[in-house]
């Protein structure tokens, strides 16, 4: 079965950084977009920044200038570095990724990471 880790949240001060991580495993045969989204308490899940195999990046307007989406497509890892980061960065944050087996092609969902930002 495909699953999707993510790790690397916890508790920063405002102005600090974190790198969050994303490893896919299982019988993989190729990985297209990943990408990151957060929810926050009370809030709709909202995409925050993704990548696709052929190297186009989009980012939220509210983090374009804080935050940095990268991967390593040979370890199947999906990578969000947060600096800067605002109490409204506050949210748990689940790594989503298109995913081809040897049957299915689909979007998978990792199953999240707090991120807290608070003084």
């Known amino acids: 079965q495909v699953q999707l880790v993510e790790s690397g949240g916890g508790l920063v001060q405002p102005g600090g950084s974190l790198r969050l991580s994303c490893a896919a495993s299982?019988?993989?045969?190729?990985?297209?977009?990943m990408g990151w989204y957060r929810q926050a308490p009370g809030k709709q899940r909202e995409v925050v920044a993704d990548i696709y195999s052929g190297g186009s990046i989009n980012y939220a307007d509210s983090v374009k200038d804080r935050l940095t989406i990268s991967r390593d497509n040979a370890q199947n890892t999906v990578y969000l570095q947060m600096n800067s980061l605002k109490p409204e960065d506050t949210a748990v944050y689940y790594c989503k990724a298109e995913i081809a087996t040897v049957q299915t092609r689909k979007w998978y969902w990792g199953q999240g990471t707090q991120v807290t930002v608070s003084s």
């Open positions: 299982g019988s993989i045969f190729s990985i297209y977009a």
